[in-house]
């Protein structure tokens, strides 16, 4: 069978997303706003779910069409095929958002889809009354400029949360985002990688299934398994392909350093939980001392910043130290992700090149430096 599917995505890495979709057999994949449209079959839908690095989820897409008035959204959300999908004792509950739409209201337009669904169910299960104790369909709904999109999600927990960081420190970046950076960083499998404000170590991890081509979905589960919609055969076979897929001699070696101990002790956990340990060194260490033994390196980093952890003065003095430390090198080069637009007058220098990124909600650059 053949979907139309969605993969909401922060904004900023909407093109790595749809390259990737493209590299996993997606066809008729189209880059928007914070997601990328796509289409394939239970095996795309399977492996977007197990190998996508950069995407926040995988929706399953019912319907898009134009609503300016409740009754066009509930005729139009009526006439889409509920129980394809949705089982007789299925929960399925929903929520979304609007934006700059006649319908306002985001608990109206819940209120309203929801009852769509149940007068759709019940016609094609004859009850009058639904349950609602089995497995989770969490119906999305977005309202951009009138137009809505009605979709299935089928990860469940986003898939940012790869399972090999049950607890984070004080200010951790999100998984997706950290491989959006190792990505636009060029990170390859005979780089030896440095993060020397590496928190919790995502940036290093991140790093190191990247490099080896593991599968970030590998070790955790998604909704769509428990929903028995797919032949447990597609998701064996899917998670052999990703097995098979992993690159098994790289000279790939990660070096993270933090100036607090119990971050760095919590980096090498989460390695250990993510099996890429053996490739990761961490040590405690102010940034001060950062003075790298490799020839070459990639360096990509998170450092703290005035609205995350420290005040703006105490941030920019980091930044200062950063541009004395990372000097302008042959082989060698830097990305650092920071909200503060003054960051390049305290580095001392101008980026090479650099992108718009958001962690969280928060609006950042990443600045690149590899001239």
């Not at 700059?100 to 016609?123: G, M, R, T």
């Not at 919790?200 to 979905?217: H, Q, Y």
């Not at 405690?284 to 790298?292: A, G, M």
């Given at each position: 069978m053949?979907?139309?599917?969605?993969?909401?995505?922060?904004?900023?890495?909407?093109?790595l997303?749809?390259?990737?979709?493209?590299?996993m057999g997606?066809?008729?994949?189209?880059?928007?706003?914070?997601?990328?449209?796509?289409?394939?079959?239970?095996e795309?839908?399977?492996?977007?779910n197990?190998?996508?690095?950069y995407?926040?989820?995988?929706?399953?897409?019912?319907?898009r069409?134009?609503?300016?008035?409740?009754?066009?959204?509930?005729?139009?959300?009526?006439?889409?095929?509920?129980?394809?999908?949705?089982?007789?004792?299925?929960?399925f509950?929903v929520?979304?958002?609007?934006?700059?739409?006649?319908?306002?209201?985001?608990?109206?337009?819940?209120?309203?889809?929801?009852?769509?669904?149940?007068?759709?169910?019940?016609?094609?299960?004859?009850?009058?009354?639904?349950?609602e104790?089995?497995?989770?369909?969490q119906?999305?709904?977005?309202?951009?400029?009138?137009?809505?999109?009605?979709?299935?999600?089928?990860?469940?927990?986003?898939?940012?949360?790869?399972?090999?960081r049950?607890?984070?420190?004080?200010?951790?970046?999100?998984?997706?985002?950290?491989?959006?950076?190792?990505?636009?960083?060029?990170?390859?499998?005979y780089?030896?990688?440095y993060?020397?404000?590496?928190?919790?170590?995502?940036?290093?991890?991140?790093?190191?299934?990247?490099?080896?081509?593991?599968?970030?979905?590998?070790?955790?589960g998604?909704?769509?398994?428990?929903?028995?919609?797919i032949?447990?055969?597609?998701?064996?076979s899917?998670?052999?392909?990703?097995?098979?897929?992993?690159?098994?001699?790289?000279d790939?070696?990660?070096?993270?350093?933090?100036?607090?101990?119990?971050?760095?002790?919590?980096?090498?956990?989460?390695?250990?939980?993510?099996g890429?340990d053996?490739?990761?060194?961490?040590?405690?260490?102010d940034?001060?001392?950062?003075?790298?033994?490799?020839?070459?390196?990639?360096?990509?980093?998170?450092?703290?910043?005035?609205?995350?952890?420290?005040?703006?003065?105490?941030a920019?003095?980091?930044?200062?130290?950063?541009?004395?430390?990372?000097?302008?090198?042959?082989?060698?080069?830097?990305?650092?992700?920071?909200?503060?637009?003054?960051f390049?007058?305290?580095?001392?220098?101008?980026?090479?090149?650099?992108r718009?990124?958001?962690?969280?909600?928060?609006?950042?650059?990443?600045?690149?430096?590899?001239?």
């Amino acid at each position: 069978m053949s979907y139309l599917m969605s993969a909401p995505c922060l904004l900023g890495v909407e093109g790595l997303v749809a390259d990737e979709l493209r590299l996993m057999g997606a066809e008729n994949v189209k880059a928007e706003n914070a997601r990328v449209f796509f289409s394939g079959n239970d095996e795309i839908l399977v492996r977007a779910n197990l190998c996508s690095r950069y995407s926040e989820r995988i929706q399953l897409v019912l319907g898009r069409f134009f609503a300016e008035s409740f009754e066009e959204l509930f005729q139009q959300v009526k006439a889409l095929p509920w129980s394809d999908f949705i089982g007789v004792n299925d929960t399925f509950p929903v929520k979304g958002f609007s934006l700059a739409s006649a319908l306002h209201s985001v608990p109206d337009c819940q209120k309203i889809i929801k009852k769509a669904v149940v007068e759709s169910l019940k016609e094609d299960y004859k009850i009058s009354w639904f349950e609602e104790t089995g497995p989770v369909h969490q119906i999305q709904f977005s309202i951009m400029k009138n137009e809505v999109v009605i979709a299935i999600d089928t990860s469940g927990a986003g898939l940012h949360k790869r399972g090999y960081r049950p607890v984070g420190n004080d200010a951790p970046i999100r998984e997706t985002l950290a491989a959006a950076m190792c990505r636009l960083s060029q990170l390859r499998h005979y780089h030896t990688l440095y993060d020397p404000c590496c928190g919790s170590g995502t940036i290093l991890i991140e790093g190191a299934l990247l490099a080896d081509n593991i599968a970030p979905g590998l070790n955790r589960g998604f909704d769509l398994d428990r929903w028995g919609m797919i032949p447990e055969k597609i998701w064996k076979s899917e998670k052999e392909r990703c097995k098979d897929l992993v690159k098994t001699d790289t000279d790939f070696t990660a070096f993270g350093s933090d100036i607090d101990e119990k971050s760095a002790e919590l980096s090498l956990i989460n390695a250990r939980r993510a099996g890429v340990d053996k490739k990761i060194n961490v040590s405690v260490s102010d940034i001060k001392r950062f003075n790298p033994t490799t020839e070459r390196g990639t360096l990509v980093t998170n450092p703290p910043y005035g609205e995350r952890m420290l005040d703006i003065k105490e941030a920019e003095k980091i930044y200062r130290i950063m541009g004395e430390k990372f000097v302008q090198k042959r082989g060698w080069s830097y990305g650092i992700i920071s909200p503060d637009e003054e960051f390049e007058k305290c580095f001392g220098r101008k980026a090479d090149k650099r992108r718009k990124l958001y962690n969280g909600m928060l609006k950042c650059q990443y600045y690149m430096y590899f001239k």
